[in-house]
């Protein structure tokens, strides 16, 4: 079946830190891929997608690249702010699933000044 | 425009009783999925609609819980003789149909079974 696993968190970083959260996935076909983001108090929102290999998606300075060999889509960021902290969800989905999302475990990430 | 609303916010029963969750979906979203965050199982999967029909129903944990939609907009998703472990925030979202859709979630209902 389809899964999709993140690296343990939770992560603290520095203000203008760099920023990588892994994430790898199993699944037939050809998923498209998603970051979600929560942040506090608030519901889950797109950050970025990428609906084929070697896609690029890119949002408020976080990016990630579909990579179909390794079956990744890790998120990155060059430079860190505290306005970042929140918890983020790696997340693929298929069409023969009715589309429905696969989440990762989540990852927290706080970020202090 | 308006985003997704789902009614109660919070929503306190106890054990053995009966809760419905409401989802108003955004206006011409023919998709709508349930899931259902919890400490110990993450983001899970419950059912997904296609306007009124349910392809998909595998991820309702057991005969208890059931759900429909009507008119290919409001669903409700309805547990019977909850029990403490059916604790959760329950999260609705619709999008467009397609893999490729972003899926718009509403802020949850926190449901917790005393």
């Known amino acids: 079946g389809n899964s999709v696993t993140q690296m343990e968190g939770p992560v603290t970083l520095s203000e203008e830190a760099f920023l990588t959260i892994n994430c790898t996935y199993t699944?037939?076909?050809?998923?498209?891929l998603f970051w979600y983001v929560q942040y506090p108090g608030e519901g889950l929102q797109l950050l970025l997608k990428?609906?084929?290999?070697?896609d690029k998606g890119s949002n408020k300075g976080f990016e990630a690249t579909y990579r179909k060999e390794t079956t990744s889509f890790h998120l990155e960021k060059g430079s860190v702010q505290v306005s970042d902290s929140a918890v983020y969800f790696c997340?693929?989905?298929?069409?023969?699933?009715?589309?429905?999302?696969?989440f990762g475990e989540g990852t927290q990430l706080t970020v202090n000044p | 425009g308006a985003g997704v609303s789902q009614s109660p916010s919070n929503k306190v029963t106890e054990k053995g009783k009966d809760v419905e969750l409401r989802c108003d979906p955004i206006?011409?979203?023919?998709?709508l999925y349930w899931y259902r965050q919890s400490l110990g199982q993450g983001l899970e999967f419950l059912i997904y609609?296609?306007?009124?029909?349910?392809?998909?129903k595998s991820g309702l944990p057991s005969d208890r819980f059931s759900a429909e939609r009507t008119g290919g907009s409001v669903s409700t998703l309805t547990i019977q003789r909850t029990q403490q472990e059916d604790s959760a925030v329950y999260l609705c979202?619709?999008?467009?149909?397609?893999?490729?859709?972003?899926?718009?979630f509403g802020p949850g209902t926190r449901l917790t079974v005393t």
């Open positions: 699944a037939t076909g050809y998923p498209s």
């Open positions: 979202a619709s999008s467009l149909v397609g893999k490729n859709y972003e899926q718009y």
């Open positions: 206006s011409g979203h023919t998709a």
């Open positions: 997340a693929l989905s298929r069409e023969t699933s009715g589309s429905r999302l696969t």
């Open positions: 609609f296609q306007g009124n029909s349910a392809p998909d």
């Open positions: 990428a609906t084929k290999a070697d």
